[in-house]
């Protein structure tokens, strides 16, 4: 018999640092490539992150990015229309420490083509405005009343309590660029704010990770605190993605799931992108998450039809006969987590036409 005594050493972790220095690797040069630009929106989306929060990089981390830097002004010469993409990245890249100074100069050209005045939406042009303001260039002085249109749009609280998620990620996105990305108070109203909490509550009772994740990320740059029964959910969806490597995996994975969920955790003080990392191809999958209630709640009162109502009280019984035991449980937390739950529920009944002579 073998007396083989086999120790239980714990494999060295990966730093912090040399866990996002992998992470970028990843996006900058194994999932995509060239041109693609589905590369430049993940890639946009993971710098800006990593600039906004300051996480720690090493010496190393941004040189798979050299490349990319040292051709960026070919490719939005002969690729105008992703110039916000290519603004983005090249900016995020020098302010991360990426030595060199294009963005400025990318800016100017921007502003005398006039790119920005191409844009259909505000928040587009809020986004195009956020990012040249960061080295002093306004590509819109002519348009003094942007910021005031996009904050009628989002003081509308009665857009948020219905389901629909363009333009819930349309009002977080516009918090995220009057906040600067939190480096300065949005001067929210008491309506934006509703607004927010409206679209949480929806986003919570769809188990939307994603969206949800965002709105807090809005709410603490507003600098409110989000429901812990929404920051505790997002805290445990985030432990549960699983990370694939190889050359073998796909890209149609969750990884903007993974991105915002790890975004908040790094916003809020918590662990983020605490997953292990490979210097290879990966992708990045959530967790199947339980059926939230709301289509389910949804389809209970349209059937209601004339003897539905916003009154909460009135409505309860109803809604909850109508839910699985799972969808119950996400519908009592989803009243425990905002005291605008009784408000929501108003809009959310949607009874504006009855009595209107059609």
């Known amino acids: 018999m073998s007396n083989v005594i086999h120790l239980n050493v714990p494999s060295q972790r990966q730093s912090g640092a040399a866990r996002r220095a992998a992470l970028i690797a990843s996006f900058a040069q194994y999932r995509r490539f060239g041109d693609d630009v589905f590369w430049l929106k993940e890639n946009a989306e993971l ?15 941004l040189t798979p990015h050299q490349g990319f ?17 290519l603004l983005s990245i090249c900016l995020d890249l020098e302010d991360l420490g990426l030595p060199g100074n ?70 977080t996105h ?14 929210l109203s008491s309506a934006a704010i509703t607004s927010l909490e409206f679209a949480g509550i929806l986003a919570y009772l769809d188990q939307n990770a994603d969206l949800l994740a965002e709105i807090c990320v809005a709410l603490r740059y507003a600098g409110k605190g989000p429901s812990q029964i929404w920051e505790s959910w997002l805290e445990r969806e985030t432990h549960r993605f699983s990370v694939e490597t190889g ?62 109502s916003a009154d909460w009280n009135s409505m309860r019984a109803h809604v909850e006969g109508s839910l699985t035991e799972i969808g119950h449980d996400i519908l009592c937390e989803a009243q425990q987590s905002s005291d ?13 036409l009855r009595g209107v002579a059609l």
């Open 47 to 61: 710098l800006n992150i990593l600039e906004c929060t300051g996480l720690n990089l090493n010496e190393q981390a």
């Open 102 to 171: 294009k963005a400025e100069a990318l800016a100017n050209w921007v502003a005398q083509e006039g790119l920005a005045e191409a844009e259909l939406s505000d928040l587009q042009r809020l986004e195009a405005r956020r990012l040249m303001v960061r080295r002093g260039i306004d590509p819109l002085p002519g348009d003094a009343g942007l910021e005031d249109r996009v904050r009628s749009f989002i003081d509308r609280s009665e857009t948020f309590a219905m389901p629909n998620k363009k333009a819930a990620y349309e009002l």
């Open 69 to 85: 830097y040292d051709q960026v002004e070919k490719r939005l010469g002969f690729f105008p229309q992703y110039y916000r993409f």
């Open 174 to 187: 516009i918090v995220f660029y009057l906040s600067e990305y939190g480096r300065r108070d949005p001067h």
């Open 247 to 308: 050359p073998h995996v796909g890209t149609a994975d969750n990884y903007h799931d993974y991105f915002v969920c790890n975004w908040l955790m790094a916003v809020s003080g918590r662990d983020a992108f605490h997953k292990e990392t490979a210097d290879d191809r990966m992708a990045f999958y959530r967790a199947e998450p339980y059926a939230g209630p709301l289509r389910e709640m949804s389809e209970c009162m349209f059937r209601l039809e004339d003897a539905r």
């Open 340 to 352: 605008k739950f009784e408000d929501f529920f108003a809009g959310f009944a949607r009874t504006g």
